[in-house]
């Protein structure tokens, strides 16, 4: 018997919304704040694949709600973005419209999933209730000294009219385009925002080691910050009165210096570069270009660079070192220059194999055929022969420090945040510049500063946001003075840097408490950090570091109250198309969430993902999985009509019943979802062994855990129970260690020495009972009855074996 799925979810998640089931409590001395990365609300919703983190901390905070915690598990949109914007130039609809359809979609299709989110507690990026608090945050780090205007180089996309980051940007036949419409992008020195997330490098190094984060994760934020100490050596120009800062991390190898080399971008390039070799050196800059850092940085390309015509003098040994440029050199770490030691680097060893520079090895080693990069005595290093990496570091630091040669430094890969976009659908920078220069902050009491009303979003032509044409918006009085605001507007990581606290502070959908108000810290005390944040690996670094950066700077002002604003991140793995492929709209691949509701069920839906596998895994869908999934629903239905349940227990499942209480808790608990999922399922096939009266109260606690992953099915049992309220809303089961010392064992039956079947009873049942049962097994039954037995034997709790003719 399968059981109506649309009519017994619809039902429940109509009962869910009239009663306010999931609404956020305040009531228990303990708390889960379980929290998922918020989606971008675009036109084509959502597909099967996205799903997977929302169910996984579904389970995880219907389990703590049952538990008697109160849980915070609230969903939002991180509405504003270029989609948006280019559709709204597209066909002349405003973006703002366009974004709450796409929301609307969205929120349907959680709903129909069965997630218990608290939709009260909703927010939206783009909407002026929300960005009024990033408004404020952007004014707090510009009174830190954290934010501020200078020229730098960007990706800048004539075709979409602003800078793009650049993981909005792909490399295409040695060209830069963009992500969305594939339009050319180029490099190019703008006037933008930036804030100085380099001044908090090490608070965000050191943070990393107390969170309950992947080691991959914390390895990628580590290299990302990339803290190094080393020394600025300052090399003499041949011929000239300049000098060039070089940092390096290993300034023993000093005397095995092969080459010097520049970044495109470096200040001294163009005075450095002789006239013979100038239009060779323009050429090469031209095309470093077209590529992006990481293009430039990927060890696996091979490297480029061309010759300067000039050379530096080697303050140690006097000799003349050929400088070059080349595009792996980035002019925004350390000095922009950086020594070339061919002999110990494997990209310098590639690079100086290329252009025939010389291999100077000046750390001991057999093989001279590749660059050794291992521990070993110095040679060939005059007064540092025969030490040892460490001790000829500290030397040649000494002696640089004491001729003037340099200085200490230490350096990050880090760079600060461009800040800026020159697009209209962004939050407006509370600011405006007076006709002196200054810079004036918005008064608080007037934010949020608004987006204008437009009838049309078009591109300045100026490479200004589309700001710029609406000139009674940008020409104001300020304090009775002119001034114009600023058309440029925040980045989309503005909203999510911070939306985890917007969720704390939401009382309505877009109504948030002051977030410095003595309310809001409270509210921070009780709910921070987040318990739980689960989303996708591609946020591993960005996003995470920048909502690290602001949460650090909010804890420094006294905002929140703690250092760091979530405790265990988990990434959950793809669901891939059924060839293995990664899902996309361009491909054709995807598959929709709501076909599979309408056609096996939300609760279906639900189960199949988690019980794919490891959370973290990725796997391919298959629909004879969801077959599966969907079957074994049904059969927990039918138990409710093929069984009786009785007040009484019989003992006969206390047991597995125990036992599966404790593995499934301990198993959700560890994120372990898959698994839980097989023991709920070990419970199943324990009442279909059965032929006397379920117990009513394992049958209650079988439900409520099954809740967890089947919300609507569960609810639906329950009241078929005769139970009143929410099973949502119950006590988590407890289990009696007493009971889980197992009573039963496995008796194997043969015959003639062949193993023909096995059966459970209880240890200790006696000779007779034993040679009964196996007779009453269908197959053994069938065999002895066209045989002549010639003797029974029954071992208690072991075996029984049958001796035919």
């Not at 080691?209 to 190094?228: A, F, H, T």
Request: glycine share 6%; proline share 4%; aromatic share 12%.
């Amino acid at each position: 018997m399968e059981y109506s799925h649309k009519k017994i979810e619809k039902k429940w998640q109509k009962y869910w919304e009239e009663n306010n089931t999931y609404k956020t409590t305040q009531e228990s001395d303990k708390k889960a704040y379980i929290l998922d990365m918020f989606p971008y609300p675009s036109g084509s919703g959502l597909h099967v694949g996205h799903p997977k983190g929302y169910i996984a901390t579904d389970v995880f905070a219907r389990m703590r709600k049952l538990q008697g915690y109160d849980v915070l598990h609230p969903i939002g949109y991180d509405a504003f973005g270029l989609p948006a914007e280019q559709y709204a130039i597209k066909t002349g609809n405003d973006p703002r419209e366009f974004t709450e359809q796409n929301i609307n979609i969205f929120r349907e299709q959680l709903k129909i999933l069965g997630f218990s989110y608290d939709y009260n507690k909703e927010v939206n990026t783009s909407h002026p209730g929300y960005y009024k608090t990033t408004q404020w945050i952007f004014q707090q780090l510009y009174k830190q000294n954290l934010a501020e205007i200078r020229y730098a180089n960007v990706n800048w996309c004539e075709g979409l009219g602003t800078v793009l980051a650049n993981e909005e940007v792909v490399v295409k036949n040695g060209k830069m385009y963009s992500d969305i419409g594939d339009f050319e992008v180029i490099k190019k020195p703008m006037k933008q925002w930036v804030l100085k997330i380099t001044h908090y490098a090490d608070k965000l190094l050191e943070g990393l080691d107390e969170l309950d984060w992947p080691n991959s994760v914390k390895e990628l934020q580590k290299n990302w910050i990339g803290r190094s100490e080393g020394v600025i050596i300052n090399f003499k120009i041949k011929g000239s009165s300049k000098t060039l800062p070089v940092f390096t991390t290993r300034p023993d190898t000093i005397f095995g210096i092969s080459y010097l080399v520049l970044a495109p971008e470096h200040e001294l390039l163009k005075e450095l570069c002789s006239n013979e070799f100038k239009k060779d050196v323009e050429e090469y800059v031209q095309l470093a270009k077209t590529k992006t850092d990481i293009q430039r940085q990927d060890d696996s390309k091979e490297k480029t660079g061309a010759f300067i015509g000039s050379y530096a003098i080697n303050p140690f040994n006097n000799e003349e070192i050929p400088l070059w440029v080349a595009d792996y050199v980035l002019n925004d770490y350390g000095t922009g220059a950086v020594m070339g030691v061919a002999a110990h680097d494997n990209r310098d060893f590639e690079f100086a194999k290329k252009y025939n520079l010389p291999i100077k090895f000046v750390i001991e080693t057999k093989d001279t055929s590749k660059a050794f990069i291992g521990e070993g005595k110095h040679i060939n290093s005059d007064f540092l022969n025969g030490l040892l990496k460490d001790e000829a570091k500290d030397l040649i630091t000494k002696k640089i420090l004491e001729n003037n040669f340099g200085q200490i430094k230490v350096n990050y890969k880090l760079r600060d945040w461009l800040f800026s976009r020159q697009r209209f659908y962004g939050e407006p920078f509370p600011v405006v510049f007076l006709e002196d220069g200054q810079i004036a902050l918005v008064d608080e009491k007037d934010l949020p500063l608004e987006l204008p009303k437009t009838d049309y979003i078009k591109p300045s032509g100026t490479g200004e946001s589309p700001l710029a044409n609406i000139s009674e918006w940008v020409n104001i009085e300020f304090n009775g003075k002119p001034a114009k605001r600023e058309t440029n507007t925040m980045p989309q990581w503005a909203g999510s840097c911070w939306y985890y606290l917007a969720y704390i502070l939401t009382t309505s959908p877009n109504n948030l408490i002051d977030i410095n108000s003595q309310e809001a810290k409270k509210l921070f005390e009780k709910w921070l950090p987040v318990d739980l944040y689960v989303g996708g690996q591609e946020h591993a670094t960005l996003h995470l570091l920048y909502a690290r950066f602001w949460h650090k700077v909010l804890y420094d002002i006294g905002i929140v109250t703690t250092k760091e604003p979530f405790q265990k991140l988990i990434n959950q793995g793809m669901i891939l198309a059924d060839n293995g492929e990664k899902m996309s709209k361009s491909k054709g691949n995807t598959i929709n969430p709501d076909e599979i509701v309408e056609s096996h069920g939300a609760d279906t839906l639900r189960l199949y993902e988690m019980f794919m596998g490891p959370i973290e895994a990725s796997f391919p869908w298959a629909f004879n999985g969801l077959d599966g999934s969907r079957k074994w629903l049904d059969r927990v239905y039918r138990i409710f009509e093929k069984f009786e349940f009785s007040q009484t227990n019989n003992h006969n499942l206390d047991f597995v019943y125990n036992e599966v209480v404790k593995k499934v808790t301990t198993m959700i608990e560890e994120c372990k979802l898959n698994t839980a999922v097989s023991q709920l399922m070990v419970f199943v096939n324990a009442i279909y062994k059965e032929t006397q009266p379920i117990y009513i109260e394992y049958i209650k606690g079988f439900l409520i855990m099954l809740s967890t992953y089947a919300p609507h099915l569960a609810e639906e049992l329950w009241e078929k129970i005769g139970q009143k309220a929410s099973v949502c809303l119950q006590q988590w089961p407890s289990y009696d260690e007493t009971k889980l010392v197992n009573d039963n064992t496995i008796i194997a039956v043969q015959i003639n020495g062949k193993l023909r079947a096995t059966f459970e009873t209880k240890k200790g049942t006696s000779k007779e009972e034993l040679l009964t049962k196996a007779k009453s097994i269908e197959k053994i039954s069938e065999s002895l009855k066209n045989s002549t037995v010639l003797k029974e034997i029954a071992v208690i709790d072991k075996i029984v074996s049958f001796v035919t003719k």
